[in-house]
């Protein structure tokens, strides 16, 4: 009884098939330092509010949960679009709130 097709491999093969295949991709921040070594910005940016939530407890509202991340949100993004936080967040109570998206 003979099965017909290709064998199939285990997930440690296909693993070692993919590093092979994509070695220049994964090993592309050893040649390039801008390149950060993995690419998870949503863990990094939820990393903070784990931390905050250790420190005080929790959240003392939902909407105050809710003010905070907006808050981070926004400097996440003034951060990523090299603006430094002082000056986004100043710019945002002068109401020019788009700055970081110029």
Known sequence: TKKRGRKKKTKVLNLIDRLVNYKASVC???KNLCVPFDNN????DLRMIKVKTKVSGCFRS???AQEYLTIMSYIGTAHKHGINAFTAIREALLGNSDIIFN
């Open 28 to 30: 592309l921040f050893i």
């Open 62 to 64: 939902e909407e105050g």
């Open 41 to 44: 910005l949503a863990e990094r």
